[in-house]
């Protein structure tokens, strides 16, 4: 099997836009059950809770994930409120430890992505799973490692896998945190017509006024869905709170895309 073949049903049979959301990082079960509460109690259509247990920050001393016991909380949220779950992976025993809680869709981060021998290490532990795996781009415009990252997770008989834009490392200053570099997401598109694409708006902005014309415009060009960090008190989040949202503005993002695409 080629990676032109691939695709994942269960991504692309669900109406557009699949939203993942949820917070940066797993803080407190409490955290969490509120963010997810909110989250259905608002109406909107999210099919998938993400949060981030093990967090690669950028430099040392902060707050590096709350581990393992936010596998449960993720329990938590699966059961009581019946989304599926996503979570990142990192390292052979992060994935250890999220097949055995049962997550049901692990990414793959934009700081793993850059690296070939830890995306190998993640797609032998990963090796068979029939669990989808989202590869986000790499930090930087690379899109033949981006590429590669895939190819290894095929080499090792995962062929659910879905890709996440999420913006570009760049030294110059400008509105993006992570410059979005359209064209790089659409060649990769174009070259993999049947591999899902979603969004991460939160990671392109870096701050919430652009959230909603990003997911916009990666819709228009035929982009599944968006995946978002949603949080139940952004400003007091422990990572990434500028660009965080409340469930309720979420929900008032999401009635305000336009679903028409490329594709339709
Ligand atoms: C995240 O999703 O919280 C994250 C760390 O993202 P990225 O790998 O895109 O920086
Ligand atoms: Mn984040």
Redesign the pocket.
Same mark, same amino acid.
């Given at each position: 099997m080629e990676l032109q073949d691939l695709k994942n049903d269960w991504i692309n049979n669900y109406p557009k836009p699949l939203i993942i959301a949820g917070p940066?990082s797993a803080e407190s079960e409490t955290q969490m059950l509120e963010t997810a509460r909110r989250i259905k109690e608002s109406g909107a259509d999210v099919p998938v809770f993400r949060a #981030?247990i093990w967090?690669?920050r950028t430099k040392p001393n902060g707050f590096e994930g709350v581990g393992v016991i936010g596998l449960n909380w993720l329990k938590k949220v699966k059961e009581e409120y019946g989304f599926k779950t996503a979570t &990142?992976v990192a390292n052979a025993n992060h994935v250890f430890a999220a097949l055995e809680a049962d997550v049901d869709i692990l990414w793959i #981060?934009? @700081?793993s992505t850059v690296n070939p021998f830890t995306v190998q290490e993640i797609a032998v532990a990963l090796r068979g799973t029939e669990k989808t795996v989202l590869v986000?781009n790499p930090v930087n415009p690379d899109l033949a490692l981006w590429i590669g990252a895939m190819e290894r997770l095929l080499g090792q008989g995962i062929t659910n896998i879905g890709a996440i834009h @999420?913006g570009f490392s760049s030294y110059q200053k400008t509105k993006y945190r992570n410059i979005p570099n359209w064209q790089i997401a659409i060649d990769f598109k174009n070259q993999f017509p049947n591999i899902p694409m979603i969004v !991460?708006p939160s990671?392109i902005c870096g701050n919430r006024t652009g959230l909603a014309s990003v997911a916009q415009e990666a819709l228009n060009v035929g982009y599944h869905g968006a995946m978002i &960090?949603t949080h139940c008190t952004p400003d007091e989040a422990w990572s !990434?709170a500028a660009q965080q949202i409340t469930p309720e503005i979420l929900a008032e993002l999401i009635a305000n895309l336009q679903t028409r695409n490329a594709d339709d």
């Amino acid at each position: 099997m080629e990676l032109q073949d691939l695709k994942n049903d269960w991504i692309n049979n669900y109406p557009k836009p699949l939203i993942i959301a949820g917070p940066c990082s797993a803080e407190s079960e409490t955290q969490m059950l509120e963010t997810a509460r909110r989250i259905k109690e608002s109406g909107a259509d999210v099919p998938v809770f993400r949060a #981030g247990i093990w967090k690669p920050r950028t430099k040392p001393n902060g707050f590096e994930g709350v581990g393992v016991i936010g596998l449960n909380w993720l329990k938590k949220v699966k059961e009581e409120y019946g989304f599926k779950t996503a979570t &990142e992976v990192a390292n052979a025993n992060h994935v250890f430890a999220a097949l055995e809680a049962d997550v049901d869709i692990l990414w793959i #981060g934009a @700081r793993s992505t850059v690296n070939p021998f830890t995306v190998q290490e993640i797609a032998v532990a990963l090796r068979g799973t029939e669990k989808t795996v989202l590869v986000k781009n790499p930090v930087n415009p690379d899109l033949a490692l981006w590429i590669g990252a895939m190819e290894r997770l095929l080499g090792q008989g995962i062929t659910n896998i879905g890709a996440i834009h @999420r913006g570009f490392s760049s030294y110059q200053k400008t509105k993006y945190r992570n410059i979005p570099n359209w064209q790089i997401a659409i060649d990769f598109k174009n070259q993999f017509p049947n591999i899902p694409m979603i969004v !991460d708006p939160s990671h392109i902005c870096g701050n919430r006024t652009g959230l909603a014309s990003v997911a916009q415009e990666a819709l228009n060009v035929g982009y599944h869905g968006a995946m978002i &960090e949603t949080h139940c008190t952004p400003d007091e989040a422990w990572s !990434d709170a500028a660009q965080q949202i409340t469930p309720e503005i979420l929900a008032e993002l999401i009635a305000n895309l336009q679903t028409r695409n490329a594709d339709d």
